[in-house]
Structures are given as C-alpha cells and as structure tokens.
C-alpha cells in the first residue's frame, strides 16, 4: 500500500509524517535515514489493524484545512508492506549493531527485513519449509 510522507528539516534532523496513519512520524540523521525510518514505522503501525486506512491523493492532503504540514515539506511517495508479523525484542552485541547500517541499503534501511531475510536463508539452507 503506499500512502504520501512529508518530511521537513528541523535543525540537526530530518522529520516524517504520514497525515493517513494517524499522523505517525520518524526522524533520521539524513533524508534517506528518515525515509526507511518512517516505512518502517508505518509497518509497525499497520501489522496490528484490521483494515488499512485509504490513502489520500496529494491534493487532498495538501488542500485540507484539517492537516497542517510543514510549508518547507517534501511530499514523498513511501510503499509499505504489510504481513502479519509479530514484534519480538532483539539483543544484539553493539559492535554489531553499530556496523549493521551498511548492510542495511539493500533493505531500505528496515532492520526487521534484514533480519528476517537471514533467518529465511538459514531455513532454506536446512530445507526446513515454511508456510
């Protein structure tokens, strides 16, 4: 489903929100940073409902006199996937967790699909099949 973030500058950071799901927001160091951050957040905010909010076009959002957004804003188109997953808490050695950005750019900066990719290899390497 793709729904439209707008994200603006604020000092040292990058801030996103998406007006369609309930205003979430993320920030990031950088405006790559902040995209990944804000369609992982927005994953997260979906796995739980039951129904996905309609997305609303760019000129609904920007012509509403109901969402205020940024006037420096960049409107940006993110795609968010949604599955039924289920949050778990994960430890991590911080020397690791430090150096896991880099390996991050071919998941869009989403940790939980790195991560999960790795344990899909591990079970196809076992021929162990999920559903």
């Known amino acids: 489903m793709e729904y439209i973030a707008f994200i603006h500058k604020e000092e040292d ?4 929100v998406v007006p369609d799901l309930n205003f979430i927001s993320s920030y990031g160091d950088t405006f790559i940073d902040v995209v990944h951050y804000i369609v992982e957040a927005s994953e997260l905010y979906c796995e739980d409902l039951k129904t996905l909010p309609k997305a609303s076009t760019l000129e ?3 012509n509403s006199k109901d969402i205020e957004i940024e006037k420096n804003a960049t409107p940006q ?4 996937k949604v599955e039924k997953l289920k949050r778990i808490n994960v430890m991590m050695r911080r020397d690791i967790i430090e150096i896991l950005p880099e390996r991050l750019v071919e998941f869009n900066g ?3 699909a790195y991560l999960q990719n790795l344990v899909i290899q591990d079970l ?3 021929h162990i099949a999920i559903s």
């Open 13 to 16: 950071d990058y801030v996103a």
């Open 60 to 62: 609904i959002l920007m």
């Open 77 to 80: 188109l993110i795609n968010i």
């Open 110 to 112: 989403n940790r939980s």
């Open 124 to 126: 196809n390497s076992h």
